[in-house]
């Protein structure tokens, strides 16, 4: 019968098959204890010699790590064995020899296996990386489909620049005109939220940023809900549900994997409602407090988030920036116009910003106003201003990256292991 090693637990005492590959293998005399993964999770397999015979024993003292195999033999539990079952070998097929794997288990630099990511992937680590990003993801649809938000994704080729025109991905195609990678859809969300109410948009963005940190990445995933008649503070707590459900479901599925990655879980079950709130402003204070060379009137450096994000047991909610440091679309506030309606969240333990978003400008005459003040060419926005010709209402939403949350749930040092295949300014390959 064929079995996955995932739910082995259904198979106790029975006569499996498993299709998977060869982790590892050690040998003490009549005995091979071969680790084998099949995608699903790692089990030991016990071959006998005097089982099998002295030909497949001895044939099995030559597999290479990799090597993809069909193994068949009695489901055994073992209270000592990882998963708690292991198998006990009656026979074992080969399909694909593997020899001289360059990922051993010994360690190697970051460089090395980023050389090797298709190969990198089928470690167990990175296994349990890709497992909670699948969760995260899972629980983001589940969360926006269980609240009346209906998925209505956004073009990848714009004509136009959203988050500033310093980062665009120019694009040669298109007759007469140059196309650029999406940085964000939230344009198109908007007008999507028009026509849907509660709208949501989950796809890569594009950002040719040259910065080399371990939060940034050229090619993200980005989830965007946007809602018409809401406020600032109806955008908040969206947020706040939000992160909240997505980390309550990791710790509930995949504990396992937060235990490969050894994540102190204490950290995340401390995260739940409400975030603290506090104004740019209140921010800046904190950072004079704390001794930081901080601007006043600029935007958070890295070190900033690090040091504010470090402060607060859970993630908290940054608004009222200056309006001069975000983007043309924020809306002022009409008691202090230079300040911004808007949010970002920052995660704990240092890990910044992984939420931004807010109220968008609703009347017609100041986004003429703003757009003209970025420099940004008004023929390619007219379809944007229309919504403001056309019943406009107050707004909001936000983008929130995937990659930017997966890496603080599984408390990573760096963006790049988050995302299967990383883009950045010297990754590209392979
Ligand atoms: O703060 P950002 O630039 O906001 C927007 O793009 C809005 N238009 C979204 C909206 O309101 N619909 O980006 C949103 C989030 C960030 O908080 C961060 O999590 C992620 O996208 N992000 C990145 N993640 C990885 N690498 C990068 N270079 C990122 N830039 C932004
Ligand atoms: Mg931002």
Not at 104 to 131: C, N, S, Y
Request: aromatic residues 10%; proline residues 5%; glycine residues 8%.
């Amino acid at each position: 019968m064929r079995a996955t090693i995932a739910d082995i637990a259904t198979f106790d005492g029975q006569q499996v098959t498993l299709h998977g590959w060869l982790h590892n293998r050690r040998s003490s005399g009549k005995l091979h204890f071969l680790i084998i993964r099949d995608g699903s999770g790692f089990i030991q397999a016990v071959m006998s010699k005097a089982t099998v015979g002295d030909d497949a024993f001895t044939r099995a003292a030559h597999l290479g790590q990799e090597t993809s195999l069909s193994v068949t033999g009695a489901v055994r539990a073992d209270e000592r064995a990882r998963g708690g079952y292991e198998i006990d070998v009656a026979s074992l097929e080969v399909h694909g020899d593997s020899q001289d794997y360059p990922i051993t288990p010994k360690e190697h630099g970051v460089d090395f296996l980023m050389d090797r990511r298709h190969l990198w992937l089928r470690t167990e680590r990175q296994t349990a990386i890709m497992r909670v990003r699948h969760e995260v993801i899972d629980a983001v649809r589940d969360f926006f489909n269980g609240r009346g938000f209906i998925l209505c994704d956004t073009p990848i080729f714009t004509p136009a620049a959203c988050e500033g025109t310093s980062t665009l991905f120019p694009v040669q195609y298109f007759e007469d005109t140059t196309a650029f990678l999406t940085q964000s859809g939230q344009l198109y969300g908007e007008a999507n939220a028009m026509a849907l109410g509660k709208v949501y948009g989950f796809g890569p963005t594009f950002r040719a940023e040259k910065s080399k940190t371990r939060r940034h990445l050229t090619e993200f995933w980005m989830v965007e809900p946007e809602m018409a008649y809401a406020d600032l503070g109806d955008v908040i707590s969206l947020a706040e549900g939000l992160i909240t459900s997505i980390v309550a479901r990791v710790l509930d599925k995949r504990r396992t994997e937060l235990q490969i990655l050894e994540r102190d879980t204490t950290k995340l079950e401390a995260v739940t409602a409400p975030f603290p709130r506090i104004t740019y402003d209140d921010a800046a204070t904190i950072l004079r407090e704390k001794g930081l060379p901080f601007a006043y009137g600029t935007d958070f450096g890295g070190t900033d988030e690090t040091v504010l994000s470090e402060h607060f047991d859970r993630p908290v909610a940054i608004t009222h920036y200056p309006t001069t440091i975000k983007a043309f679309y924020m809306k002022p506030d009409p008691q202090q116009p230079d300040k911004a309606l808007c949010v970002d969240v920052l995660a704990p333990e240092g890990y910044g910003e992984i939420i931004g978003g807010g109220q968008r400008v609703d009347d017609l005459d100041l986004l003429l106003r703003r757009i003209r003040e970025h420099g940004l060419p008004q023929e390619a926005f007219e379809w944007y201003l229309d919504l403001r010709r056309y019943g406009t209402v107050p707004h909001g939403g936000f983008g929130m990256g995937i990659e930017r949350c997966v890496s603080w749930i599984c408390k990573l040092e760096h963006v790049r292991e988050t995302i299967p295949y990383p883009r950045m300014l010297y990754r590209l390959y392979p």
